[in-house]
């Protein structure tokens, strides 16, 4: 009922600043929250940044100081722009919402990815 569809990969070049968006759309009643993980080859998924419906934010050590996520509650968006990019931050970066549905149920919801490759 609910679909997280995230844009903004692609090929970027170190000290890049591309900018990811997720967008939720379909039925529900409100977002909780919503965060970014990321997950390269051979390497366990983890966790970028969240965002909560109060705007408070927290960030990965790894990232802290270049990323910074932020939302558009109109527009169902969350956003992750990515600044002095290192080759390092090569991953498929996913979207996840913590939603309250249309019959006021708790649910977790995952974007499909979207591919964000660091590289000279």
């Known amino acids: 009922q609910v679909q997280l569809v995230e844009s903004g990969g692609g090929l970027v070049q170190p000290g890049g600043s591309p900018r990811l968006s997720c967008t939720a759309s379909?039925?529900?009643?409100?977002?909780?929250?919503m965060a970014w993980y990321r997950q390269a080859p051979g390497k366990q998924r983890e966790l970028v940044a969240t965002i909560t419906s109060g705007g408070s934010t927290t960030y990965a050590d790894s990232v802290k100081g270049r990323f910074t996520i932020s939302k558009d509650n109109a527009k169902n968006t969350v956003y992750l722009q990515m600044n002095s990019l290192k080759p390092e931050d090569t991953a498929v970066y996913y979207c996840?919402?913590?939603?309250?549905?249309?019959?006021?149920?708790?649910?977790?919801?995952w974007g499909q990815g979207t591919q964000v490759t660091v590289s000279s």
């Open positions: 379909g039925s529900f009643f409100s977002i909780n929250a």
């Open positions: 996840n919402a913590d939603i309250i549905s249309s019959d006021w149920r708790r649910k977790n919801y």
